[in-house]
């Protein structure tokens, strides 16, 4: 199975920029759908972006035009660029791939595999 590791979350100021990254053992997401989402403290899961193995691009409306999804398929890695970061941002980022079935880039339950999640932290 595909196992996924999340990095480059941290603590940084309203404004600042992380990149994370989602690396996968074993294969490559040249032909997966990758997503990434979150979860603030008590709120639910809440979608952030995707990549289609077309390299369609999903975004969610509070991220468009500050959040950049990416692939680098001979490094097996998918990355979220973050931009102009608000405290509103603060949330564990978690990333997520497909497997047997079809996904919808916005509905978790049609990923497969998902990773342990990364803590990003905005302060004002």
């Known amino acids: 199975q595909v196992q996924l590791v999340e990095s480059g979350g941290g603590l940084v100021q309203a404004g600042a920029s992380l990149r994370l990254s989602c690396a996968a053992s074993?294969?490559?997401?040249?032909?997966?759908?990758v997503g990434w989402f979150r979860q603030a403290p008590g709120k639910e899961r809440e979608f952030v972006a995707a990549?289609?193995?077309?390299?369609?691009?999903y975004y969610a409306d509070s991220m468009k035009g500050r959040f950049t999804i990416s692939r680098d398929d001979a490094q097996n890695t998918v990355y979220l660029q973050m931009n102009s970061l608000k405290p509103e941002d603060t949330a564990v980022y978690y990333c997520?791939?497909?497997?047997?079935?079809?996904?919808?880039?916005?509905?978790?339950?049609?990923?497969?595999?998902w990773g342990q999640g990364t803590q990003v932290t905005v302060s004002s």
């Open positions: 997520a791939a497909g497997g047997t079935r079809m996904v919808v880039p916005r509905v978790p339950r049609t990923y497969d595999y």
């Open positions: 074993g294969r490559t997401f040249n032909r997966n759908a």
């Open positions: 990549i289609m193995w077309s390299d369609t691009a």
